[in-house]
């Protein structure tokens, strides 16, 4: 069974960093792009991050200069540094990948991991 397990969520005060992970697993071939998403109380799923698998990177503008996001291909992991975090960015956060494994393809989501950022 191919699947994405995140990790790395957690509650932080205004201006502090956490770091996010997201595994995948399973009998992979291949990973396209990644990404990370999220979404508030009442809100939509919105894009965070997405990076392709030569490591082009997109970010919504409102985390630009302040997330990062990267990936370990050996790894299958996909990961999203967040610094100056803000009360906005509270939400729960899921990632994506495009993935190429032994049943076919598709595109995979985490089960998600709660950030919250405090005032």
């Known amino acids: 069974q191919v699947q994405l397990v995140e990790s790395g969520g957690g509650l932080v005060q205004t201006g502090g960093s956490l770091r996010l992970s997201c595994a995948a697993s399973g009998s992979i071939f291949s990973i396209g792009t990644m990404g990370w998403y999220r979404q508030a109380p009442g809100k939509q799923r919105d894009l965070v991050a997405g990076?392709?698998?030569?490591?082009?990177?997109n970010y919504a503008d409102s985390v630009k200069g302040r997330f990062t996001i990267s990936r370990a291909n050996t790894k299958n992991t996909v990961y999203l540094q967040m610094n100056s975090l803000k009360p906005e960015d509270t939400a729960v956060y899921y990632c994506?990948?495009?993935?190429?494994?032994?049943?076919?393809?598709?595109?995979?989501w985490g089960q998600g991991t709660q950030v919250t950022v405090s005032s």
């Open positions: 994506n990948a495009n993935v190429h494994y032994d049943m076919g393809s598709g595109v995979l």
């Open positions: 990076i392709t698998s030569d490591g082009s990177t």
